[in-house]
């Protein structure tokens, strides 16, 4: 059982040299934790001196070298990870040989590529022996404030501790909404880094290798803080405050190019709230020349049969998954329009609109975007959910030809930089690649499919069983792996003894920022859901619980789900096939994989989460999210197990590598 205590280093030199990394840029930089206040009684005198209590911790920084990597520890693994980084990076990137004497000139352009990459290599010292190692370690940047409200105006930019981060000397506690935030205990990158912590004590004591380790965590001012826009340009360009400050809070390269000018844009046209279209009434023929003249002769009314128009419509609209929408809807004739009126003040003229977008701290959707239903569809579909319950009928044995090399795979990118931003920074172990690059390399064999989900689903039955986790954004981005030379991992769980392939990969899960988890009788859950929050209104439960509102639990069966819509359109061309695909029969025929997947993205009623039968998303943005903590129950990582494709691992000999093995049933419930 971990016990939560500290060690007192002030880290002096450590915040020096994390200063004088060139990229890490970092400043004013805190050992305080406003979390830490919930396990530790500090004061003024000794709230700045205090470090967790893990194993290795962050000794001094150096410029970027992966190629260093090296340890005073036996560790095959790592030298394998950087073979392997390299002959994946060279059998991808061949095309860039010759480009290598231009590196100087292109610098800018590099720097745009990896400046979200905050791999260096470190020297990490043990807190019990002072031995030291040298490995890769991640920074990641983790903002304390939300930069989407901070490039919209949301925040006062004048505000005095809008760069102040959070302390004990205060005297009186400010009633600030900038000050508050850093200060919550909830704050998504305190609950993000205190996880990493706790997953890392299940690889030091319980020899959990699908755990991230963690070197520790700070408060600092990051300069040059950089951050990705992409996939919020819509949501971003609708702001005035955000375009107009282009250039003095923010910088864009190439601002230009996607963004218009709008300094010379017209006035918009006033609209006086007393026109109506019965005004039309008053209009004179002569003075339009006659075009609005009833001229009954140019219309043969003979051939209009409103009856038949009506009947005809209405054929097309009872096949219409819209049907419910339009079936109020009625056909006007002409006469019918004589006598329509409508007040323009009447009509809601909204040209700043908010578009339906993703939006949060960490990319992933946000309640911004809900829709307001929140009642899980009838079934539709005609699936039956009795093999979702009981899923016993998965073959492991289909092939899958595959001869494509893996190559690095690069997200689309449009960095914005803030000159300073307050954040917090989390050290922790540097991966390889993410389970999204391995999918887009195409194709995994099936048994590599189920190998790497097999580890997946262990790791979730672990931070379930000792921390009642759900992750809350389990997507393919939030899982990487690093390589590995073992054959296997080992799991003993239920006093079962599993066998899994590696394929030389080991799998972590990564991004703890919307999670949910209790230890020592605490409950820390992510401030994305208070009111106003990214995440606001997909739970219903403590510390944010609404009296007024039905509870809503953590949801054991979210992540799987989650992960699995993530994957659908990777496997699935036709949405309207996926009937077909679940209750095919013959063996030779059946895509177990893909139908695994598609069961994962099941609800309770059989009914795919994703997609309607048309095509049209059944619940679109941050409503899949609600939908599904709602909907979804039959999908936990200890139900997988009695799939046949993942009973294939158990095993009944001894494990010769204890190294690789995990015995879940020794790792004990933290909660």
């Given amino acids: 059982m971990l016990k939560i205590d500290y060690i007192k280093r002030k880290n002096t030199k450590l915040f020096s040299n994390l200063n004088e990394i060139k990229k890490l840029n970092l400043i004013d930089t805190s050992n305080y934790n406003p979390l830490y206040t919930r396990f530790f009684s500090l004061n003024n005198t000794n709230f700045d001196t205090i470090n967790l209590n893990h194993k290795w911790h962050l000794h001094e920084i150096f410029e970027n070298d992966s190629d260093s990597d090296s340890d005073s520890d036996s560790d095959s693994d790592n030298k394998t990870k950087s073979d392997n980084k390299t002959k994946f990076d060279n059998e991808s990137d061949n095309e860039s040989d010759n480009e290598s ?37 991640f920074f990641k940047i983790a903002p304390l404030i939300n930069p989407y409200k901070y490039l919209i105006g949301k925040y006062n930019h004048n505000d005095e501790y809008l760069f102040t981060l959070p302390s004990l000397t205060d005297e009186k506690i400010p009633d600030n909404i900038i000050y508050n935030k850093m200060n919550d205990t909830n704050n998504s990158s305190y609950v993000d880094g205190f996880f990493s912590f706790l997953s890392s004590h299940l690889s030091e004591s319980y020899n959990f290798l699908n755990s991230t380790k963690f070197y520790g965590s700070f408060n600092s001012i990051k300069n040059d803080y950089k951050i990705n826009i992409f996939d919020d340009l819509d949501m971003l360009e609708d702001s005035n405050f955000f375009l107009e400050n282009h250039g003095k809070l923010y910088n864009i390269p190439n601002f230009d190019d996607f963004f218009e000018d709008t300094s010379n844009t017209l006035k918009p046209i006033k609209i006086e709230n007393n026109i109506t279209l019965s005004s039309i009434k008053s209009f004179e023929n002569d ?3 006659n075009i609005f003249d009833n001229d009954n002769n140019n219309i043969d009314n003979s051939n209009i049969d409103n009856n038949n128009i009506d009947n005809s419509n209405n054929d097309e609209l009872s096949n219409n998954d819209n049907n419910d929408e339009l079936s109020n809807m009625k056909l006007l004739d002409l006469n ?18 908010k578009r339906l977008k993703c939006l949060s701290d960490d990319s992933s959707c946000s309640s911004n975007s809900s829709h307001t239903e929140e009642e899980c569809e009838n079934n539709k579909d005609d699936i039956s959910i009795e093999e979702i319950k009981s899923p016993t009928n998965s073959n492991a044995n289909s092939n899958t030809d595959s ?15 803030i000159p300073k931003f307050p954040v917090h920074v989390i050290c922790m172990e540097a991966c390889d690649y993410t389970f999204d690059d391995l999918i887009m390399e195409d194709e995994m064999t099936p048994e590599e499919w189920y190998a790497s989900l097999m580890q997946i689903i262990m790791i979730l039955l672990v ?6 986790f759900t992750h809350n954004d389990l997507h393919t981005k939030n899982v990487m792996f690093n390589y590995t030379e073992a054959k296997y991992v080992y799991y003993i769980y239920n006093q079962n003894t599993y066998k899994v392939p590696t394929f030389g990969k080991i799998f972590k899960i990564i991004d703890f920022g919307r999670s949910i988890y209790t230890f020592d009788k605490k409950i820390f859950c992510s401030d994305s859901y208070e009111k106003d929050g990214d995440a606001y209104g997909q739970y219903n439960c403590e510390p944010f619980f609404n009296q007024k509102k039905p509870r809503i639990e953590p949801n054991m069966s979210f992540d799987l789900c989650r992960l699995g819509c993530s994957i659908f359109d990777y496997l699935v061309d036709d949405v309207s096939q996926t009937t077909k695909f679940l209750n095919e029969t013959n063996v030779k025929s059946v895509d177990y994989v893909r139908k695994l997947i598609i069961e994962w993205c099941l609800d309770d009623k059989g009914m795919n989460m994703l997609y309607k039968s048309n095509g049209q998303d059944r619940y679109p943005e941050f409503k899949l999210y609600k939908m599904i903590t709602r909907c979804v ?34 790792i004990p419930s933290m909660i």
């Fill in 336 to 353: 019918d329009l004589k006598s329509l009126s409508i007040d323009i003040n009447e009509m809601d003229y909204k040209s700043n609109s």
């Fill in 287 to 289: 003075m339009y020349d």
């Fill in 101 to 137: 004497d231009n590196e100087s000139d292109n610098e800018s352009d590099n720097e745009s590529e990896d400046c979200l990459i905050n791999i260096y290599n470190c020297c990490l010292k043990s807190s019990v022996s002072n031995k030291k190692k040298f490995k890769d370690v």
């Fill in 403 to 417: 001869n494509t090399s893996y190559s690095s795979m690069s997200e689309e990118e449009i960095i914005a930089n």
């Fill in 463 to 468: 931070y379930q069983k000792a921390f009642n």
């Fill in 633 to 666: 129950h039959y999908h936990t990582p200890e139900a997988q197990l009695e799939r046949d494709c993942f009973k294939q691992y158990l095993f009944e000999g001894n494990v010769k590598s204890k190294d690789m093995l995990t015995n879940i049933d020794e």
